[in-house]
């Protein structure tokens, strides 16, 4: 179980970089965006999830935890696709600042099904686990996106984080979560 639930966080984190920096580079090089334009998506990005975290877990405690991931991934999905049509600085903020409300709620049921599915004495591991494939991919999603972008275009980050989101919920839909 751990392992789906590290599989599916590594899919979903990787998608989740190379859709942020390919609409950086959109902004950047095709809009012509100023650096506080720029910087005005990782602020719409980092925001929500910023504020909405701590409340975010108060709700997360009355729903199902198997639904409130596989539901937030299935909508973070739909909303990347979203990123295909966005043509100016403020729909790319607008979608960004939408995932990032939805992650809000999936940060919190992520880390308390990772309580329900380790033992006590393996939760410093998985934590620790968890924590690397953020890192990680803080790491490799720029690298990537960067060639995809360069190969394929800025549509092609926000297709595969699309379907990172789909894969995850997919992954964690397969899981018993109690």
């Known amino acids: 179980t751990m392992r789906r639930l590290w599989y599916?966080?590594?899919v979903s984190s990787f998608g989740d970089f190379l859709a942020l920096f390919a609409v950086i580079g959109v902004l950047t090089f095709q809009l012509r965006a100023t650096p506080q334009q720029v910087t005005g998506v990782q602020i719409s990005y980092m925001?929500?999830?910023?504020?909405?975290?701590?409340?975010?877990?108060?709700?997360?405690?009355r729903w199902p935890l198997k639904l409130t991931l596989v539901a937030s991934d299935f909508i973070r999905a739909c909303l990347c696709l979203l990123l295909i049509v966005c043509h100016d600085i403020?729909?790319?903020?607008?979608?960004?600042?939408?995932?990032?409300v939805v992650s809000s709620f999936f940060?919190?049921?992520?880390?308390?099904?990772?309580?329900?599915?380790?033992?006590?004495?393996?939760?410093?591991?998985?934590?620790?686990?968890?924590?690397?494939?953020?890192?990680?991919?803080?790491?490799?999603g720029p690298a990537i996106a960067a060639l995809l972008v360069a190969s394929f275009g800025a549509k092609s980050c926000y297709l595969a984080d699309s379907a990172s989101f789909l894969a995850s919920g997919c992954l964690i839909a397969s899981l018993a979560i109690s």
């Open 47 to 61: 925001l929500p999830i910023a504020i909405l975290g701590v409340l975010a877990g108060v709700f997360v405690d």
């Open 90 to 100: 403020f729909s790319f903020y607008l979608v960004l600042a939408s995932i990032s």
């Open 8 to 10: 599916a966080a590594l």
């Open 107 to 140: 940060g919190p049921a992520q880390g308390v099904t990772l309580r329900t599915v380790v033992p006590v004495h393996g939760l410093r591991s998985a934590n620790a686990l968890m924590q690397q494939v953020m890192f990680g991919m803080r790491i490799i």
